[in-house]
């Protein structure tokens, strides 16, 4: 198994797409001005509170004010509130915690008007984006997140991944970290930690909480509604995330971010710099390397398989549903064993298009009748382990009697929403043709023009393949005709990239005569 990442940058954005053997996985954006990312840290001013919602409404810059639960405050709120305050008055000289005086913890149960006040200056944390209407979703439980590790102000916790299982592994993991964690500083150590020496997580711990100090001194002089720490750019948090033993390439198109990734690389992983290409081909990008003939595939209503069955999308205000049809598939004599393997290649692909698309809330599946509960649980199994290297939290129900799955996703950011429908060539999406015949004459207007202005040596014409095929009719009629009056053979060449109606003329070198 080999990863791919190919980036495209331009036009003040950048596109970032990961390749699973060859398969498009996961596809993200990123706009240089972006902000309110997950991850984010804001000092804002609490708006307003609203008992019956048991949440506050806070002011960070954003259109809409954010969404602050009770339950986001974290147990630890009380203390995390006073150590805020006094960075802000000046009162703190130091971003350590370990001589910090801890508060008691708030209720479990308790209520937001008894913590927070309207008017209230708090820092958050950017837990949700803005998604549809909505303002972005806060937590107070601030965590910083490295290439091996995740700290916590205000806890003394060590959590290690359930994906590390060797029980020596984890008992060196944890005594390693509780000798050079800080006081009053918790840490979740994540899954790549593993089997990684001690200088290695010791310098991933030491900058995190440099961030941490940076979030300090940025409090000191911060005025509400304020950004105080913005996350790492989506291109290196995924290097962060994703970089294994398995990346193959990371295929870069600009010079600038060539050289940050190329940086990155060498300072976190320095064995993987050579995988860093810098892509200087004549296609753009994504093109060469297949990327945007999968987009096309994957972010249609219809979404074809291998076999010939085939998926329909659709997204309602309220939920995604997802039909799995048998289509044209070459089906055995057995109803129910292609049904069996129908739903069984669908779950592969559904699971990657959720994860592609990053689909969120409810999501229904009406995968094809099957009456064998085994073949209904062996797709249920099939499902889960498909899903289970997305990262954003989801719950999988069983098959219903109706054969319908339901599954809810985790919700952080905006769906990802490609248009693949594309404008008709011939009227460019106005409805209205120009007729042959008078397209025809334009052409040979323009000609005249260009042959009594310039007096080229030689002219040659590009236009659609479609339009080519008319030119040439009935023996070359319109070049012989041409030749005759301006004794010049103007070679006519055919162009898939102009749209139906568009044509060019050229001299010699290649440029375009206007």
């Not at 976190?268 to 004549?282: C, Q």
């Not at 010049?488 to 375009?512: C, R, S």
């Amino acid at each position: 198994m080999t990863y791919d990442l190919v980036i495209d940058s331009g036009h003040g954005e950048v596109e970032i797409a990961l390749l699973k053997d060859q398969v498009l996985t996961e596809l993200h954006s990123e706009k240089g001005s972006e902000k309110f990312s997950v991850g984010d840290l804001y000092l804002g001013r609490v708006k307003k509170v609203v008992p019956s919602l048991n949440a506050a409404f806070v002011e960070v810059g954003y259109e809409k004010d954010a969404f602050l639960h009770y339950l986001d405050l974290g147990p630890m709120y009380r203390t995390f509130n006073s150590f805020t305050q006094k960075a802000q008055k000046g009162k703190l000289n130091t971003h350590l915690l370990e001589n910090f005086p801890e508060e008691n913890e708030i209720e479990k149960e308790g209520k937001i008007t008894d913590v927070i006040s309207s008017g209230d200056n708090i820092l958050v944390q950017v837990a949700k984006e803005p998604i549809s209407n909505k303002g972005p979703r806060l937590s107070c439980e601030i965590t910083l997140a490295g290439r091996y590790i995740v700290l916590v102000p205000f806890s003394n916790k060590i959590s290690i991944s359930q994906k590390i299982r060797d029980s020596q592994e984890r008992d060196r993991l944890r005594r390693l970290m509780q000798s050079i964690r800080p006081d009053n500083f918790g840490v979740i150590i994540r899954t790549v930690a593993q089997k990684k020496k001690v200088a290695e997580l010791d310098a991933d711990l030491r900058d995190l909480v440099a961030r941490w100090k940076k979030t300090f001194e940025n409090l000191r002089n911060a005025k509400a509604p304020m950004r105080v720490l913005g996350e790492i750019n989506k291109t290196s948090a995924i290097l962060r995330d994703l970089l294994n033993a398995d990346f193959n390439s990371i295929q870069v198109n600009d010079d600038a971010l060539y050289d940050q990734i190329k940086s990155y690389i060498k300072k976190k992983a320095p064995e993987k710099e050579s995988i860093v290409k810098h892509y200087k081909g004549s296609l753009p990008i994504f093109e060469q390397f297949g990327v945007h003939k999968q987009i096309k595939a994957a972010f249609g209503k219809k979404i074809m398989l291998k076999s010939g069955a085939y998926l329909i999308i659709e997204h309602t205000e309220a939920m995604h549903v997802i039909d799995v049809n048998s289509g044209n598939r070459s089906s055995s004599e057995n109803q129910e064993q292609n049904a069996l393997e129908t739903n069984m290649e669908s779950a592969e692909e559904i699971a990657r298009v959720i994860r592609l698309r990053d689909m969120g809330g409810i999501i229904c599946v009406d995968f094809i009748d099957m009456m064998e509960s085994a073949h209904q649980k062996k797709l249920f199994d099939k499902l889960i382990e498909c899903m289970k290297p997305d990262k954003a939290k989801h719950h999988i129900l069983p098959p219903s009697k109706f054969g319908v799955v339901e599954i809810t996703r985790q919700r952080v950011r905006p769906e990802i929403e490609i248009n693949t429908s594309e404008s008709c060539p011939t009227c460019n999406g106005t409805g209205e043709i120009q007729p042959s015949v008078l397209f025809a004459e334009d052409i040979e207007t323009t000609l005249a023009y260009l042959m009594q202005e310039y007096k080229p040596s030689k002219i040659r014409l590009r236009v659609h393949p479609y339009i080519e095929a008319y030119l040439k009719r009935n023996l070359f009629k319109f070049q012989r005709k041409w030749f005759s009056m301006y004794k010049l053979w103007i070679k006519i060449i055919p162009d898939t990239t102009l749209p139906f109606l568009v044509y060019k003329f050229e001299n010699a070198k290649g440029e375009v005569l206007d």
